[in-house]
């Protein structure tokens, strides 16, 4: 044991290793359908994102109450030690509607070396929400919640609409209730009513 960790100190980190079958994803999405703006030191990037049913098909149109995925895959140009992938769901307006990452879905990621590509799903049943179109910006950082830096950022990569549900949406979005009628309060005893 001593003799292969004085081996591996010789070599150092794996920074120098090529891409192998060992540390490429078996599953990577290699198209970005837009690019708004993108953002980030480049250590890692965004190599493609997609939207699919829960088939693994690709969706051209998001249907209220139906799973989704949303898979994100990156590729490092460096080390990443802590690499957190997420995306931000923006709604027509450009307003930050929802958003989520590895970390703050409890995943931790295992380093990133130049050459690694990792591919991320995000499984999630999409709420009723109103007619609109929503773009995802997918995202790698390195760090964790509250301190990091970005490695890349694409603003708006992927456009989709949403399809209308079964019911009315009020506002930005229907949330899930169950309604029942309780007796009414200061409700008097009914007197039946003699003809």
């Not at 027509?92 to 931790?108: C, I, K, P, S």
């Not at 049943?125 to 109103?130: G, K, N, S």
Request: net charge negative; charged share 20%.
């Amino acid at each position: 044991m001593v003799e292969k960790d004085s081996r591996f100190l010789e070599l150092g980190p794996r920074a120098q290793e090529q891409p192998t079958a060992a540390n490429v994803a078996p599953q990577v999405i290699e198209s970005i359908p837009n690019i708004d703006h993108r953002y980030g030191d480049g250590r890692a990037e965004i190599v493609g994102i997609a939207v699919l049913n829960d088939l693994g098909n690709k969706r051209h149109l998001m249907e209220p109450g139906k799973p989704v995925v949303i898979r994100i895959s990156v590729r490092a140009k460096e080390a990443v030690m802590n690499p957190n992938i997420g995306f931000m769901m923006r709604n027509h307006l450009g307003v930050d509607f929802a958003g989520t990452n590895t970390l703050r879905e409890g995943h931790q990621l295992a380093e990133l070396w130049p050459g690694d590509t990792v591919t991320v799903d995000f499984h999630l049943t999409l709420p009723e929400l109103y007619p609109a179109s929503f773009s995802f910006s997918p995202a790698i950082a390195d760090g964790n919640l509250s301190h990091y830096k970005m490695c890349d950022w694409i603003d708006n990569a992927l456009t989709l609409q949403m399809g209308h549900g079964e019911g009315e949406i009020y506002g930005y979005l229907h949330i899930p209730c169950k309604v029942e009628v309780n007796s009414r309060l200061g409700a008097k005893e009914a007197v039946p009513h003699e003809h």
